[in-house]
């Protein structure tokens, strides 16, 4: 059976006749992503007896897919999300890739679908940038989103394991997520979760996403921008981002508190790196604006609704954002919860002091300004491949 590795070296490249014009930064500047689809994309199919077939990198286009296809009837779909910045030199990078490949396999195989070669898989997104690298933008806060996705795709009504697949790569410019660094408001949820103990909260499977949409309707008609998605009065996610509170401390120093992985959250890329970020102020190096004599004290823990409110009563609580690959970071500004409004501290220029050090780290390495933990890697091209 040939393997994931095997073929990728036979990768057959078709270019398009016909390129598309590319997005403006202006047409970037209203948020959100995915609104134009680049030239190409990668495809690859997995068949039960032949195995994986020698990827693809095409024009974008349609696929042909049975109408009695797994990943129709019973979500036998997996997605990943990630992203490619332009650095000083010229040459795209890829921001911590090898996590988003390592979530993207875990995904899968929680939907039961063919495993992957994630190094061979990573090579070739690379150089599907490097070909449509006219389409990464060059400007701060602007990426290109590339968006990997496997579903099963065999033919059956049968609720079974899919032993037939595709997997491709599609990728989008984007601008700023949120046209301003306004904080957000929440809805907390009392009627519904997103994820629960034992379930595929911690997965990146289509199936997590759409039942959240109602409740995303219902938040924005109540005057709120998206859910915090609740497990009793615990905090899991707030829209789909992670949660993180920033606290005094008595002698001076902040804690950074967020969500525990309890397999009822998506253990983010982001958070993981806010986390580290702020981890290693100012031992290893200091934070854009923050006091070298100020320590940073992170921890995953849970975090309830009480609690934030006793903070805040206390007046302990310096700030709350949301982290993910989209938005990279957002504050928080007010909570709906329980028939109260919880209003959080707020700042002119959007972020606080510590979400705005964060994120001014986080973009200079992303954009190859910064070097840190070869977190930040150029798209070279492997002439073998």
């Known amino acids: 059976m040939l393997t994931f590795y095997s073929q990728a070296s036979k990768t057959i490249v078709t270019l398009a006749k016909e390129l598309k ?9 209203s948020g959100g992503l995915g609104k134009t689809i680049i030239d190409h994309m990668i495809l690859a199919s997995y068949d039960p007896v032949e195995g994986w077939s020698a990827p693809e990198i095409r024009p974008y286009g349609p696929l042909t897919l049975m109408p009695a296809s797994t990943c129709f009837q019973y979500a036998t779909s997996a997605l990943e999300g990630m992203k490619a910045y332009m650095g000083p030199d010229g040459v795209p990078r890829l921001f911590r ?12 195989k929680r939907v039961a679908l ?16 490097m070909i449509d690298k006219r389409w990464v933008p060059a400007a701060r806060g602007h ?13 059956t009504m049968n609720l079974s394991t899919s032993d037939s697949a595709l997997l491709w790569v599609m990728c989008a410019p984007c601008g700023p997520y949120f046209a301003s660094a306004r904080p957000l408001s929440l809805y907390a949820a009392a009627d519904a979760v997103r994820a629960w103990p034992g379930g595929t909260g911690e997965h990146k499977i289509a199936g997590n996403y759409g039942p959240t949409l109602p409740h995303h309707v219902e938040a924005q008609a109540a005057g709120y921008d998206m859910n915090l998605w609740m ?3 615990k905090i899991t996610e707030a829209g789909v981002m992670n949660f993180f509170v920033v606290l005094k401390r008595d002698d001076g120093d902040l804690d950074l508190f967020t969500p525990l992985l309890d397999g009822t959250i998506l253990p983010g890329i982001t958070r993981d790196s806010m986390l580290a970020l702020a981890a290693a102020h100012p031992s290893r190096m ?3 604006g923050l006091s070298e004599k100020m320590h940073i004290h992170t921890a995953e823990r849970t975090i309830t609704m009480p609690e934030l409110e006793a903070w805040l009563a206390e007046g302990r609580v310096v700030e709350v954002f949301a982290v993910g690959t989209a938005v990279i970071l957002a504050p928080i500004g007010r909570i709906a919860w329980s028939g109260k409004e919880i209003v959080l501290p707020t700042f002119e220029q959007g972020r606080g002091p510590v979400g705005k050090a964060l994120y001014e780290r986080i973009t200079d390495i992303q954009d190859g300004l910064f070097p840190w933990e070869d977190w930040s890697v150029p798209c070279v091209v492997d002439s073998a491949t």
């Open 231 to 233: 497990l009793g009065d």
């Open 143 to 155: 990426s290109l989103y590339i968006r990997p996705m496997i579903v099963g795709t065999r033919s």
């Open 21 to 29: 014009p590319v997005t403006t930064l202006a047409e970037l500047a």
């Open 286 to 288: 200091v934070l854009p």
């Open 114 to 129: 063919p495993g992957f070669d994630q190094t061979e898989l990573l090579k070739l997104i690379k150089r599907l940038v």
């Open 97 to 108: 890739a090898d996590m988003n490949m390592a979530r993207f396999a875990r995904s899968a």
